[in-house]
């Protein structure tokens, strides 16, 4: 029902129909994100290129990528598993992650 409505995932802040739509690329660019190690900006250009590549319908680009960039700035101990990240790759990645935050 929720779907149906358009309304947003609880804690997601995303429309659930476009987070379901895309559910598959979301957790391909993330997982690829943290399995080679990016920093920001080129976690930030990955997201953007594979969107513009591979989302469709062209209006879902910007909030999906909007969407990839927060769960990749959302990522924690308590939620990678859900972008099939292990725990090692989310170590190495988070060591990387933490040195371009300052």
Excluded: K, Q
Excluded at 9 to 14: A, F, Q, R, Y
Excluded at 24 to 37: Q, S
Excluded at 58 to 70: K, L, N, T, V
Aim: proline share 6%.
């Amino acid at each position: 029902m929720a779907a149906a409505a358009g309304m947003a995932m609880p804690g997601s802040g995303w429309p659930l129909p476009l987070r379901l739509r895309h559910r598959a690329a979301l957790r391909g660019i993330v997982g690829e994100i943290v399995r080679g190690c990016m920093d920001r900006r080129a976690a930030f250009a990955h997201i953007a290129a594979r969107a513009d590549a591979n989302i469709e319908p062209a209006d879902d680009r910007e909030p999906f990528r909007e969407m990839a960039e927060r769960d990749v700035l959302g990522l924690h101990e308590g939620n990678y598993a859900r972008h099939r990240i292990t725990p090692a790759e989310f170590d190495a990645w988070r060591r990387i992650w933490a040195e371009g935050a300052g």
